[in-house]
């Protein structure tokens, strides 16, 4: 029997992975900038952390910066709005980015930022480094209003890893035959502030595109994307978007793409994922069996609807409910992106379509996740599938942002805003926080606040035996 599906694909899950393993690089200072003698910052007198203690986090701050000294946080290169990237990251791995406009002389021909790349166990520096935006003579390419969302950017290399994206701008006059040319300079960083790769594109064609996993990403020719390499390599060319107007990619790499095929006898509408470099078809809701919860309420003239969402790399969530029938819940399972094999069936979920706050928060381990997918938050063991707790009626609605393997989950109610919660139990631990942290490979939390940069080192709140 093939089953129908109705599908949905959901668009911009948030997935916030916290502590994982990830690269590191020695704390050494740079020339320049202040440190104690052994490389930490005991010379460095940042501001104090007045607020209230954060469960979860030391209660003082490790070390910290002015909001003078510190600047700004890049954004996330992979997702970019009118040529900028306006989710700011402050963190790199184990280290900090952070980036200060230098002071603009009235008619210079280039805006000038410094970026530092800190290792956060002790906040020496790392990499310095000075980019340079050159203004655009005629005028194509505007440069006067250069920020450092357009130029300084948190990305991933080739391999996963996190990576730091710098996108200088240079000028060169024209001499003799050779025309007056403005490239865009695209280098990338390693946390330890190695240079991973660079190259040079003309800055009219590729400013302002997304780059993932070392890709610039363009409009290919046709229906399919152009991925540039930054550092070296073969542009890669593929059949398809990465999202449409029902699919968005949901795995690692160039992706798997999600799109909708409507059926009128039965009426359904069935999820299609495809391979996006080769155009291939992987899988199909139509042949893959429904949860027997579900499977047990249809009949030969109702169908199910399905819906998607990434989870972690090679790995989505599919929830399944009855067709027309999606206000009473969904099923939720997580399967293999490539193949559709489901891995585990969990819990129910309250699941509404379209929802704007869609969320997940996965534990380093990847064996606990939060998701709200709807109304109200559910949390479940990824190996057996259980349910661990789920919203009930009445209670704010939980978007989980972070959860680091620390006992907390850290997220935003509907009414309270930025709230620290027990991951066993979804206690209430503390409500009103100025703004939630940010979690590093190693075991750091920043929060870029507006008295300040601050850094602090996490703590397990669990309980011991």
Same mark, same amino acid.
């Given at each position: 029997?093939?089953?129908?599906?109705?599908?949905?694909?959901?668009?911009?899950?948030?997935?916030?992975?916290?502590?994982?393993?990830?690269?590191?690089?020695?704390?050494?200072?740079?020339?320049?900038?202040?440190?104690?003698?052994?490389?930490?910052?005991?010379?460095?007198?940042?501001?104090?952390?007045?607020?209230?203690?954060?469960?979860?986090?030391?209660?003082?701050?490790?070390?910290?910066?002015?909001?003078?000294?510190?600047?700004?946080?890049?954004?996330?290169?992979?997702?970019?709005?009118?040529?900028?990237?306006?989710?700011?990251?402050?963190?790199?791995?184990?280290?900090?980015?952070?980036?200060?406009?230098?002071?603009?002389?009235?008619?210079?021909?280039?805006?000038?930022?410094?970026?530092?790349?800190?290792?956060?166990?002790?906040?020496?520096?790392?990499?310095?480094?000075?980019?340079?935006?050159?203004?655009?003579?005629?005028?194509?390419?505007?440069?006067?209003?250069?920020? @450092?969302?357009?130029?300084?950017?948190?990305?991933?290399?080739?391999?996963?890893?996190?990576?730091?994206?710098?996108?200088?701008?240079?000028?060169?006059?024209?001499?003799?035959?050779?025309?007056?040319?403005?490239?865009?300079?695209?280098?990338?960083?390693?946390?330890?502030?190695?240079?991973?790769?660079?190259?040079?594109?003309?800055?009219?064609?590729?400013?302002?595109?997304?780059?993932?996993?070392?890709?610039?990403?363009?409009?290919?020719?046709?229906?399919?994307?152009?991925?540039?390499?930054?550092?070296?390599?073969?542009?890669?060319?593929?059949?398809?978007?990465?999202?449409?107007?029902?699919?968005?990619?949901?795995?690692?790499?160039?992706?798997?793409?999600?799109?909708?095929?409507?059926?009128?006898?039965?009426?359904?509408?069935?999820?299609?994922?495809?391979?996006?470099?080769?155009?291939?078809?992987?899988?199909?809701?139509?042949?893959?069996?429904?949860?027997?919860?579900?499977?047990?309420?249809?009949?030969?003239?109702?169908?199910?609807?399905?819906?998607?969402?990434?989870?972690?790399?090679?790995?989505?969530?599919?929830?399944?409910?009855?067709?027309?029938?999606?206000?009473?819940?969904?099923?939720?399972?997580?399967?293999?992106?490539?193949?559709?094999?489901?891995?585990?069936?969990?819990?129910?979920?309250?699941?509404?379509?379209?929802?704007?706050?869609?969320?997940?928060?996965?534990?380093?381990?990847?064996?606990?996740?939060?998701?709200?997918?709807?109304?109200?938050?559910?949390?479940?063991?990824?190996?057996?599938?259980?349910?661990?707790?789920?919203?009930?009626?009445?209670?704010?609605?939980?978007?989980?942002?972070?959860?680091?393997?620390?006992?907390?989950?850290?997220?935003?109610?509907?009414?309270?805003?930025?709230? @620290?919660?027990?991951?066993?139990?979804?206690?209430?631990?503390?409500?009103?926080?100025?703004?939630?942290?940010?979690?590093?490979?190693?075991?750091?939390?920043?929060?870029?606040?507006?008295?300040?940069?601050?850094?602090?080192?996490?703590?397990?709140?669990?309980?011991?035996?």
């Amino acid at each position: 029997m093939k089953w129908q599906t109705r599908s949905t694909a959901v668009l911009g899950a948030a997935l916030v992975m916290g502590l994982v393993a990830g690269c590191g690089g020695a704390d050494a200072p740079t020339t320049g900038d202040r440190a104690g003698k052994d490389g930490s910052p005991a010379a460095r007198k940042g501001p104090a952390w007045t607020g209230k203690a954060i469960p979860g986090l030391a209660r003082k701050a490790s070390w910290s910066l002015s909001s003078e000294e510190a600047g700004s946080c890049p954004g996330y290169a992979g997702t970019m709005s009118n040529g900028r990237a306006e989710d700011e990251r402050c963190v790199v791995g184990d280290a900090s980015a952070l980036v200060v406009e230098e002071p603009h002389k009235e008619g210079a021909a280039e805006t000038r930022f410094t970026v530092r790349l800190r290792g956060l166990k002790t906040g020496a520096v790392r990499k310095k480094l000075a980019v340079k935006v050159a203004a655009d003579p005629d005028g194509t390419v505007d440069s006067a209003g250069a920020t @450092a969302a357009e130029h300084v950017q948190v990305s991933e290399w080739k391999d996963g890893s996190p990576a730091l994206l710098v996108r200088s701008r240079e000028h060169t006059a024209a001499d003799g035959l050779e025309k007056e040319r403005l490239r865009s300079v695209f280098t990338m960083y390693a946390p330890s502030g190695k240079k991973l790769g660079s190259s040079v594109f003309d800055a009219d064609a590729y400013e302002g595109l997304p780059v993932r996993n070392g890709y610039v990403v363009a409009d290919g020719d046709g229906d399919g994307e152009k991925y540039l390499p930054i550092g070296g390599g073969e542009t890669i060319r593929t059949k398809l978007k990465g999202g449409t107007d029902l699919g968005a990619r949901i795995d690692a790499g160039f992706g798997i793409s999600i799109s909708s095929d409507v059926s009128y006898q039965p009426s359904a509408e069935w999820l299609v994922a495809t391979d996006a470099l080769t155009g291939k078809k992987l899988w199909s809701t139509e042949d893959l069996e429904p949860p027997a919860a579900i499977r047990k309420r249809l009949d030969e003239e109702t169908g199910t609807s399905s819906w998607i969402a990434p989870l972690q790399e090679g790995k989505a969530v599919l929830g399944w409910s009855v067709y027309a029938e999606e206000s009473k819940g969904s099923v939720l399972t997580l399967i293999d992106a490539k193949t559709g094999r489901r891995l585990i069936e969990g819990p129910a979920s309250d699941y509404s379509t379209g929802a704007a706050d869609d969320a997940a928060a996965l534990s380093p381990d990847g064996e606990t996740v939060v998701t709200q997918y709807g109304e109200g938050a559910v949390a479940w063991d990824t190996a057996s599938g259980k349910e661990l707790w789920r919203q009930d009626g009445g209670e704010q609605n939980i978007r989980p942002v972070a959860l680091p393997g620390n006992g907390v989950l850290y997220a935003d109610l509907d009414e309270s805003g930025p709230a @620290a919660l027990g991951m066993r139990d979804k206690k209430v631990l503390q409500t009103g926080i100025e703004k939630l942290p940010e979690f590093s490979t190693n075991g750091y939390a920043v929060i870029n606040a507006g008295h300040g940069f601050f850094v602090f080192a996490t703590q397990d709140v669990r309980p011991t035996d």
